[in-house]
């Protein structure tokens, strides 16, 4: 697969750019929208430096981690120092971290726009600005869900009563033993409802958001849709990056917009149909 990048030439450039972009919003039929990590970058809810610092210095004077990202998949000691760590990280992620002001200006240029969300972010923050739930699909879950660890069972579970409480009363870094959260199907031990292997919990509510996702796309498939993309990385290409490219592709109305800070590629083929704008999420936005 071939990629070209957008290099922006001057100001004038990227001004056009942006420019292009305000009119497929006002004149599209439909706006898909798919959201990645650095949306939540721009919004400044970063997963290293001075913030992971200010909330994990000890698990990285212990183990020299130095991310949120990496920590998640470190072999912890015990349970009580796994939860330790991940209530902790999913109260600064979720629950404690505000709304980021490049969501809450999405939804200003997004209120009255036919819409739909894809999204591979699991920190709720469309929720949390206001996005409507029914127009969402957060495909790999969310902080603010529990499941079984061995996916025994297709239920997920709210978190945030025992999250606040495993990240007030641990000590050391470690959570009291009682408050180890326990499966109450199998008694196996829960974890978080991310896809991060193959027992990822997909509840009637992941199923319900699919098939509106599902429907949205065939009910708008030879329309005039824009595929606008925001900050999806190449980890998961496949979940937004590869299908927003591939439906481009096979319509001659869509255009594929993508603002992203130093990724902003496309596919040769859709060059055309294309606005690729290499910057700060956050700083394009204020200018619509």
């Not at 750019?17 to 400044?44: F, N, R």
């Not at 902790?88 to 819409?115: C, F, T």
């Not at 180890?180 to 031990?189: D, E, I, M, N, R």
């Amino acid at each position: 697969m071939v990629l070209r990048k957008k290099i922006v030439a001057s100001a004038n450039d990227y001004l056009e750019q942006i420019s292009k972009l305000k009119y497929e919003i006002e004149t599209a039929d439909a706006i898909v929208i798919g959201a990645g990590a650095g949306m939540s970058t721009a919004a400044g809810f970063t997963y290293d430096g001075e913030r992971f610092y200010k909330y994990f210095a000890d698990f990285n004077r212990k183990y020299g981690i130095t991310d949120m990202y990496s920590g998640g998949f470190y072999p912890y000691d015990s349970l009580e120092e796994y939860w330790a760590w991940w209530s902790r990280h999913i109260l600064v992620n979720r629950y404690q971290n505000g709304v980021g002001g490049p969501y809450l200006k999405l939804l200003e240029v997004m209120r009255d726009k036919n819409y739909f969300v894809l999204t591979t972010n699991v920190d709720h923050q469309f929720q949390r600005a206001g996005f409507d739930k029914k127009r969402l699909f957060y495909t790999q879950g969310d902080y603010g869900l529990f499941q079984c660890q061995k996916a025994c069972h297709d239920k997920t579970y709210d978190n945030e009563e025992i999250v606040r409480q495993m990240a007030d009363e641990q000590k050391d870094m470690k959570v009291p033993v009682e408050l180890l959260p326990l499966c109450p199907v199998c008694g196996s031990p829960m974890t978080m409802n991310l896809r991060s292997d193959n027992f990822f919990v997909q509840d009637e509510g992941w199923y319900a958001a699919a098939e509106r996702y599902q429907q949205f796309i065939l009910r708008h498939e030879n329309q005039h849709i824009l595929f606008l993309e925001l900050g999806v990385g190449g980890n998961t290409p496949g979940i937004i990056k590869h299908p927003f490219w591939r439906m481009t592709a096979e319509n001659p109305k869509a255009v594929y917009a993508c603002i992203n800070y130093g990724e902003s590629v496309c596919q040769k083929e859709i060059e055309e149909q294309s606005i690729c704008i290499d910057g700060d999420i956050g700083v394009v936005l204020e200018l619509f």
